[in-house]
């Protein structure tokens, strides 16, 4: 069984940055990509970034290139998130999956999901 823990989240202020793992168990990590969303209060879930099983591809949504960056350490089964120049849009609470096939930039492209990690950035 796949189990996803997202860490890191927290409050900071604009333009301060913060950095989110996702620990993956359950499954040969490099054979399949991940991706991160996000959901903010009253909003639907959002993609924001993916990275393919040997973290030679990556994907972000528009609103993130530039000021985020995702990455792997297959050797720790760990995908992170790095998030730079935070903007108050920017908060929501944030889920890693796993990738089975597809549109990176879809959720129904992901099968498991992690509990979420709650990013708060104060103007």
């Known amino acids: 069984q796949v189990q996803l823990v997202e860490s890191g989240g927290g409050l900071v202020q604009a333009g301060g940055s913060l950095s989110l793992s996702c620990a993956a168990s359950?499954?040969?990590?490099?054979?399949?990509?991940m991706g991160w969303f996000r959901q903010a209060p009253g909003k639907e879930r959002e993609f924001v970034a993916a990275i393919n099983g040997n973290g030679a591809a990556t994907y972000y949504v528009d609103s993130t290139k530039g000021r985020f960056t995702i990455s792997r350490d297959n050797a720790k089964n760990t995908v992170y998130l790095q998030m730079n120049r935070l903007k108050p849009e920017d908060t929501a609470v944030y889920y890693c999956?796993?990738?089975?096939?597809?549109?990176?930039?879809?959720?129904?492209?992901?099968?498991?999901w992690g509990q979420g990690t709650q990013v708060t950035v104060s103007s």
């Open positions: 999956a796993t990738h089975w096939g597809g549109d990176y930039y879809k959720g129904y492209s992901y099968d498991h």
């Open positions: 359950g499954r040969t990590f490099s054979n399949y990509a």
